[in-house]
């Protein structure tokens, strides 16, 4: 049987590792086989993760082998005796392990590289069931194999992602996509800031129930976290054109009912969309953060390049702070308190007019899980932001844990400053 004669259309993965069984690391390696198998349009049908046992690995990949094309086992290659991956698959399939001289000699010599001699434990390593294609490892000496069985095939891959990726991507390259027929995955990431999952849920339910009747179909998957929702749309296709020409149509039936709302249509985050905005008008922006602690101007500057729009920050947690850092008026704090449309927009105020730049934020709030009242409880967040001749604050109430708020918080101060921008004219030039 060749490799061409049936295409690979579903995949099972066995990630094997007892530390993976554990609370202390996860199966991060089935996501990326997932996500580059998906590409070439490969659907992962099942995974599994087993500890570095022979019997419940055999046990996985009889039950894997029976459900799809392609088995991907993903770690235990290594020269250690609880590294079962090698031996129990070619036990399995009935294949000899022979010594690869070719393998051997690229352990050696990775070693050698080192001006170390290998060691003997390694040599097992080397061994390859009879008719197995041994794998190189560009960033560790466990060579990966490629092994046919009847239609299907098995993929066994090191458990160190830095080495399972490169030889995945080759894999993928030189094995899958050839015979995958021109079928790809397309996606498109849309991504809402400040709605809550029912809200989207609610205006976009009726669109993409639409597309389920649609050919080819767009699957899409809602993954809400406080403070963003993200609409995953996929197509299955054969032609680029005609997928993108369907995602477009469809990302345009999403913003008809959700707006402004839709930060980005093709998953780039909230600062990177507020930091193009900034830059198209050649704007800069400084921030006063008191309950976020710095997140707001840490995930701005998460974005390279950031330093032409971000001047500068302030983490004014004291009054005190606000007061000699911002200026703001002593008298306003005791007659307001420090969380109060009053405060936040003088702290937005103090910011920029001491940057002297275009924009500035502030934000003071209760993160919880103390400090809060009767009045202004854990949650209470008011945000400002203010230009030459005009602020705009808002108040808001997040629910969650004191990082949640936080995320909320920097989340809802990005977002005023995105829709402010929006609301202005492009060639409205420096305004300082
Ligand atoms: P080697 O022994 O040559 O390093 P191996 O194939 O035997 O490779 P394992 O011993 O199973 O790999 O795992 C080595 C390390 O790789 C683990 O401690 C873990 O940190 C990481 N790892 C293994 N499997 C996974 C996985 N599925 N996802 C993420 N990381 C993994």
């Given at each position: 049987v060749t490799q061409e004669s049936r295409p690979v259309r579903t995949a099972a993965i066995i990630a094997v590792g007892s530390e993976l069984l554990t609370p202390f690391r996860s199966d991060t390696n089935s996501l990326a086989i997932t996500g580059r198998l998906n590409e070439i349009g490969i659907e992962v049908a099942s995974k599994q993760i087993v500890g570095d046992d022979p019997r419940d690995l055999a046990t996985a990949v009889t039950a894997a082998l029976e459900r799809a094309d392609l088995v991907v086992v993903t770690g235990g290659l290594g020269p250690t005796s609880d590294d079962v991956t090698r031996p129990t698959i070619a036990r399995m399939l009935d294949l000899p392990l022979e010594e690869n001289g070719e393998v051997l000699e690229r352990i050696r010599q990775r070693f050698a590289g080192r001006g170390l001699a290998m060691p003997e434990i390694n040599r097992g390593q080397a061994m390859v069931p009879r008719g197995a294609t041994a794998l190189a490892n560009a960033n560790g000496t466990a060579p990966g194999l490629w092994i046919k069985v009847e239609h299907r095939r098995v993929l066994l891959l090191p458990g160190p992602p830095r080495e399972m990726q490169p030889m995945l991507d080759v894999v993928v390259r030189e094995y899958l996509a050839p015979s995958s027929g021109n079928m790809r995955l397309y996606r498109r990431v849309i991504k809402i800031a400040g709605r809550a999952e029912s809200y989207v849920e609610t205006l976009a339910q009726p669109v993409y129930s639409r597309w389920l009747?649609?050919?080819p179909r767009i699957s899409t998957s809602i993954l809400a976290a406080p403070g963003q929702i993200e609409l995953h749309l996929g197509i299955r296709s054969d032609s680029a054109d005609r997928a993108r020409m369907s995602l477009e149509r469809a990302i345009g039936q999403l913003k008809a009912v959700l707006g402004l709302d839709i930060f980005t249509d093709d998953g780039q985050s909230l600062e990177e969309v507020v930091g193009g905005l900034l830059r198209a008008r050649g704007w800069r922006i400084a921030v006063a953060e008191s309950c976020t602690g710095g997140l707001t101007s840490s995930r701005l500057t998460d974005v390279p390049g950031s330093s032409d729009y971000v001047d500068r920050a302030a983490v004014t947690y004291s009054n005190r702070a606000k007061v000699e850092w911002l200026g703001v008026p002593e008298d306003l704090i005791r007659d307001h308190g420090a969380v109060s449309e009053e405060v936040a927009g003088a702290m937005a105020i103090g910011v920029r007019e001491g940057a002297g730049v275009e924009v500035g934020i502030g934000i003071s709030g209760i993160a919880g899980?103390?400090?809060?009242?009767?009045?202004?409880?854990?949650?209470?967040v008011v945000i400002a932001v203010a230009w030459d001749g005009g602020q705009r604050v808002q108040a808001f109430r997040f629910a969650g844990g004191r990082a949640q708020v936080k995320f909320q918080s920097s989340q809802a101060a990005l977002d005023m400053v995105r829709r402010w921008l929006l609301e202005q004219p492009q060639s409205a030039g420096r305004r300082a």
């Open positions: 009747a649609a050919d899980p103390g400090g809060g009242t009767e009045a202004k409880p854990v949650g209470t």
